[in-house]
Protein backbone atom coordinates (compact mmCIF):
# COMPACT_ATOMS: atom_id res chain seq x y z
CA UNK A 1 0.00 0.00 0.00
CA UNK A 2 2.89 2.40 0.66
CA UNK A 3 4.89 1.80 -2.10
CA UNK A 4 1.83 2.33 -4.14
CA UNK A 5 0.97 5.34 -2.60
CA UNK A 6 4.50 6.41 -3.78
CA UNK A 7 4.24 5.93 -7.50
CA UNK A 8 0.72 7.91 -7.13
CA UNK A 9 2.51 10.29 -5.70
CA UNK A 10 5.33 10.68 -8.21
CA UNK A 11 3.23 10.61 -10.64
CA UNK A 12 0.85 13.27 -9.97
CA UNK A 13 4.36 15.29 -9.13
CA UNK A 14 5.83 15.02 -13.00
CA UNK A 15 2.44 15.33 -13.97
CA UNK A 16 2.26 18.68 -12.65
CA UNK A 17 5.71 19.42 -13.88
CA UNK A 18 7.62 19.20 -10.42
CA UNK A 19 9.87 16.70 -10.05
CA UNK A 20 10.83 15.07 -7.11
CA UNK A 21 14.19 14.83 -8.09
CA UNK A 22 14.45 18.32 -7.55
CA UNK A 23 15.68 20.21 -4.28
CA UNK A 24 14.17 23.40 -4.76
CA UNK A 25 16.03 24.69 -1.82
CA UNK A 26 19.05 24.40 -3.22
CA UNK A 27 17.77 26.14 -6.82
CA UNK A 28 18.43 30.09 -7.57
CA UNK A 29 17.19 32.04 -10.43
CA UNK A 30 19.09 35.36 -11.54
CA UNK A 31 16.12 37.13 -13.20
CA UNK A 32 16.68 40.14 -15.20
CA UNK A 33 16.65 42.04 -18.32
CA UNK A 34 19.90 43.21 -19.56
CA UNK A 35 22.89 45.50 -18.88
CA UNK A 36 21.29 45.29 -15.13
CA UNK A 37 24.51 43.64 -14.01
CA UNK A 38 23.59 40.24 -14.00
CA UNK A 39 26.61 38.66 -14.97
CA UNK A 40 28.39 39.57 -11.94
CA UNK A 41 25.49 39.26 -9.95
CA UNK A 42 25.81 34.85 -11.20
CA UNK A 43 29.67 35.56 -9.62
CA UNK A 44 28.68 37.05 -6.34
CA UNK A 45 25.46 33.87 -5.81
CA UNK A 46 28.25 31.71 -6.79
CA UNK A 47 30.49 32.76 -4.37
CA UNK A 48 27.78 33.17 -1.56
CA UNK A 49 26.47 29.39 -2.17
CA UNK A 50 28.95 27.93 -3.09
CA UNK A 51 26.93 27.66 -6.48
CA UNK A 52 27.35 26.66 -9.91
CA UNK A 53 24.45 28.65 -11.93
CA UNK A 54 24.71 28.50 -15.90
CA UNK A 55 24.08 31.60 -18.29
CA UNK A 56 21.15 31.58 -20.60
CA UNK A 57 19.38 28.52 -20.27
CA UNK A 58 16.69 29.24 -22.48
CA UNK A 59 18.77 31.47 -24.72
CA UNK A 60 19.95 34.87 -24.70
CA UNK A 61 17.33 36.69 -26.78
CA UNK A 62 13.51 36.75 -27.74
CA UNK A 63 14.27 34.79 -31.34
CA UNK A 64 15.72 32.05 -29.40
CA UNK A 65 13.57 31.86 -26.53
CA UNK A 66 10.69 31.50 -28.90
CA UNK A 67 12.31 28.67 -30.53
CA UNK A 68 11.84 26.57 -27.53
CA UNK A 69 8.90 24.70 -27.00
CA UNK A 70 8.94 23.40 -23.85
CA UNK A 71 11.03 25.81 -21.58
CA UNK A 72 9.65 23.79 -18.62
CA UNK A 73 11.08 20.85 -19.79
CA UNK A 74 14.53 22.22 -20.71
CA UNK A 75 14.99 23.73 -16.59
CA UNK A 76 13.72 20.69 -14.98
CA UNK A 77 16.21 17.88 -17.12
CA UNK A 78 18.66 21.08 -16.58
CA UNK A 79 18.26 21.15 -12.57
CA UNK A 80 17.71 17.27 -12.18
CA UNK A 81 21.56 16.74 -13.86
CA UNK A 82 22.86 19.70 -12.07
CA UNK A 83 22.38 18.75 -8.61
CA UNK A 84 23.18 15.11 -9.62
CA UNK A 85 26.57 16.84 -10.33
CA UNK A 86 26.97 18.96 -7.49
CA UNK A 87 24.91 17.42 -4.27
CA UNK A 88 26.30 19.40 -2.02
CA UNK A 89 25.49 23.05 -4.32
CA UNK A 90 23.32 25.70 -4.96
CA UNK A 91 22.67 25.15 -9.27
CA UNK A 92 20.74 27.33 -11.09
CA UNK A 93 20.55 29.51 -14.02
CA UNK A 94 20.20 33.01 -15.68
CA UNK A 95 16.63 34.07 -16.89
CA UNK A 96 16.37 37.44 -18.92
CA UNK A 97 12.26 36.72 -20.01
CA UNK A 98 12.57 39.14 -23.08
CA UNK A 99 10.08 36.29 -24.61
CA UNK A 100 6.64 35.24 -23.04
CA UNK A 101 3.66 33.13 -23.80
CA UNK A 102 1.90 29.92 -22.49
CA UNK A 103 4.95 27.29 -22.09
CA UNK A 104 7.28 30.54 -20.12
CA UNK A 105 4.10 30.64 -17.74
CA UNK A 106 4.62 27.12 -16.88
CA UNK A 107 8.00 28.11 -15.70
CA UNK A 108 6.99 31.13 -13.79
CA UNK A 109 4.19 28.39 -12.19
CA UNK A 110 6.87 25.95 -11.15
CA UNK A 111 8.69 29.04 -9.44
CA UNK A 112 5.59 29.56 -7.77
CA UNK A 113 4.96 25.94 -6.21
CA UNK A 114 8.08 25.00 -5.19
CA UNK A 115 9.30 28.45 -3.39
CA UNK A 116 12.75 28.15 -5.38
CA UNK A 117 14.65 31.62 -5.24
CA UNK A 118 14.56 33.94 -7.77
CA UNK A 119 17.00 37.18 -7.44
CA UNK A 120 15.89 39.80 -9.84
CA UNK A 121 17.98 42.51 -10.59
CA UNK A 122 17.88 45.79 -12.39
CA UNK A 123 18.83 49.10 -12.77
CA UNK A 124 18.73 52.81 -12.98
CA UNK A 125 17.21 52.99 -16.58
CA UNK A 126 19.50 54.99 -17.63
CA UNK A 127 22.47 54.11 -16.91
CA UNK A 128 21.23 51.14 -18.53
CA UNK A 129 20.15 52.92 -21.57
CA UNK A 130 23.65 54.35 -21.84
CA UNK A 131 25.22 50.85 -21.48
CA UNK A 132 23.41 49.34 -24.10
CA UNK A 133 24.10 51.99 -26.34
CA UNK A 134 27.67 51.63 -25.57
CA UNK A 135 27.84 47.83 -25.95
CA UNK A 136 26.47 48.02 -29.02
CA UNK A 137 28.88 50.63 -30.37
CA UNK A 138 31.28 50.54 -32.96
CA UNK A 139 34.06 49.73 -30.18
CA UNK A 140 32.03 48.43 -27.44
CA UNK A 141 32.14 45.05 -25.42
CA UNK A 142 28.95 43.85 -22.95
CA UNK A 143 31.73 42.67 -20.22
CA UNK A 144 35.85 42.20 -19.81
CA UNK A 145 37.14 39.51 -18.15
CA UNK A 146 39.14 40.12 -14.81
CA UNK A 147 42.87 40.50 -16.11
CA UNK A 148 41.58 41.37 -19.98
CA UNK A 149 43.72 44.92 -19.52
CA UNK A 150 42.92 45.40 -23.28
CA UNK A 151 39.34 44.93 -23.16
CA UNK A 152 39.36 47.46 -19.90
CA UNK A 153 41.64 49.67 -21.81
CA UNK A 154 39.18 49.94 -25.00
CA UNK A 155 36.24 50.22 -23.02
CA UNK A 156 36.73 52.69 -19.65
CA UNK A 157 37.33 55.57 -22.24
CA UNK A 158 34.45 54.73 -24.64
CA UNK A 159 32.03 57.99 -25.06
CA UNK A 160 28.74 57.73 -26.79
CA UNK A 161 26.00 59.50 -28.27
CA UNK A 162 22.58 59.37 -26.58
CA UNK A 163 20.08 59.95 -29.07
CA UNK A 164 17.84 62.36 -27.06
CA UNK A 165 15.20 61.96 -29.32
CA UNK A 166 14.04 58.71 -28.26
CA UNK A 167 15.83 58.37 -24.95
CA UNK A 168 12.59 59.34 -22.88
CA UNK A 169 10.70 56.66 -24.66
CA UNK A 170 12.93 53.87 -24.04
CA UNK A 171 13.55 54.69 -20.28
CA UNK A 172 9.32 54.43 -20.15
CA UNK A 173 10.32 50.76 -21.59
CA UNK A 174 12.48 49.91 -19.07
CA UNK A 175 10.36 51.19 -16.27
CA UNK A 176 7.42 49.02 -18.00
CA UNK A 177 9.34 46.26 -17.97
CA UNK A 178 10.34 45.99 -14.25
CA UNK A 179 7.33 46.89 -13.20
CA UNK A 180 5.79 44.22 -14.73
CA UNK A 181 7.92 41.46 -13.54
CA UNK A 182 8.01 43.02 -10.07
CA UNK A 183 4.21 42.50 -10.71
CA UNK A 184 4.82 39.03 -11.58
CA UNK A 185 6.47 37.93 -9.07
CA UNK A 186 3.88 39.37 -6.38
CA UNK A 187 1.14 38.23 -8.12
CA UNK A 188 2.42 34.69 -8.44
CA UNK A 189 3.91 34.58 -4.68
CA UNK A 190 7.39 33.69 -6.07
CA UNK A 191 9.84 32.98 -3.37
CA UNK A 192 12.09 35.85 -4.73
CA UNK A 193 14.80 38.86 -3.34
CA UNK A 194 15.63 41.95 -5.38
CA UNK A 195 18.60 43.24 -5.39
CA UNK A 196 20.01 46.43 -7.49
CA UNK A 197 23.26 47.24 -9.88
CA UNK A 198 23.90 50.28 -7.06
CA UNK A 199 23.42 48.48 -4.05
CA UNK A 200 25.96 46.15 -5.70
CA UNK A 201 28.48 48.37 -6.81
CA UNK A 202 28.07 52.07 -5.47
CA UNK A 203 28.74 53.53 -2.44
CA UNK A 204 30.86 52.34 0.98
CA UNK A 205 32.05 48.65 0.96
CA UNK A 206 30.28 48.33 4.16
CA UNK A 207 27.27 50.00 2.70
CA UNK A 208 27.46 47.32 -0.32
CA UNK A 209 28.27 44.18 2.23
CA UNK A 210 25.00 45.37 3.69
CA UNK A 211 23.24 44.74 0.85
CA UNK A 212 24.62 41.72 -0.45
CA UNK A 213 24.52 40.13 3.06
CA UNK A 214 20.62 40.21 2.65
CA UNK A 215 20.53 38.41 -0.27
CA UNK A 216 22.82 35.74 1.09
CA UNK A 217 20.63 35.87 4.12
CA UNK A 218 17.94 34.68 1.34
CA UNK A 219 19.56 31.83 -0.70
CA UNK A 220 21.20 30.60 2.65
CA UNK A 221 18.19 30.91 5.20
CA UNK A 222 18.22 27.21 5.87
CA UNK A 223 21.32 27.09 7.16
CA UNK A 224 22.25 26.43 10.88
CA UNK A 225 24.57 29.06 11.17
CA UNK A 226 24.60 32.61 9.37
CA UNK A 227 27.43 33.10 6.67
CA UNK A 228 29.10 36.29 7.12
CA UNK A 229 30.60 37.92 4.39
CA UNK A 230 33.43 40.18 3.82
CA UNK A 231 34.94 41.48 0.52
CA UNK A 232 36.29 38.51 -1.18
CA UNK A 233 32.40 38.16 -2.11
CA UNK A 234 33.07 40.41 -4.64
CA UNK A 235 36.07 38.42 -6.77
CA UNK A 236 33.77 38.14 -9.21
CA UNK A 237 34.89 37.19 -13.28
CA UNK A 238 34.05 40.47 -15.32
CA UNK A 239 35.61 44.10 -14.42
CA UNK A 240 33.56 46.94 -13.69
CA UNK A 241 34.01 49.15 -16.93
CA UNK A 242 31.25 51.72 -16.31
CA UNK A 243 31.40 55.32 -14.45
CA UNK A 244 29.58 56.74 -11.96
CA UNK A 245 28.94 60.11 -13.53
CA UNK A 246 27.27 60.15 -16.63
CA UNK A 247 29.04 63.17 -17.78
CA UNK A 248 32.12 60.26 -18.65
CA UNK A 249 30.62 58.55 -20.65
CA UNK A 250 27.90 60.67 -22.68
CA UNK A 251 29.56 62.99 -25.15
CA UNK A 252 26.43 65.25 -24.97
CA UNK A 253 25.70 65.03 -21.99
CA UNK A 254 24.90 68.59 -21.58
CA UNK A 255 21.95 68.09 -24.05
CA UNK A 256 20.35 65.04 -21.91
CA UNK A 257 20.50 67.23 -19.29
CA UNK A 258 18.27 69.61 -20.99
CA UNK A 259 15.95 66.61 -22.59
CA UNK A 260 15.59 65.03 -19.37
CA UNK A 261 14.88 68.48 -17.08
CA UNK A 262 11.20 68.55 -16.04
CA UNK A 263 10.34 65.27 -17.28
CA UNK A 264 9.45 62.07 -14.68
CA UNK A 265 13.41 60.80 -15.19
CA UNK A 266 15.25 63.82 -14.15
CA UNK A 267 16.09 61.92 -11.00
CA UNK A 268 17.98 59.67 -13.04
CA UNK A 269 21.06 62.20 -13.54
CA UNK A 270 23.54 61.81 -12.03
Known sequence: ????????????????????????????????????????????????????????????????????????????????????????????????????????????????????????????????????????????QFNCVVGDTKCLNTQKPLKVEIDTATVISHLEEYNAETNATLKKLHDKKINHFVITYEQINHGTMEDRLAHVQKLADFLLAKKKVRKILDESVFEVKTEYIGHYHQNETVSNYDELVRVLQGSPFQNLLH
Open 1 to 140: MCIFVSIISVVLALSSGVSSDINPDRVAVVLSRGRSGSTELISLVNNIANGYLHSELFGGNAEKMAELKDPLDRMIKFLEKSQKAYPHHMVGFKWKPYYEDENYDKVWDWLAKTGAKVVFNHRNPLDKYISVTRAHSEKG
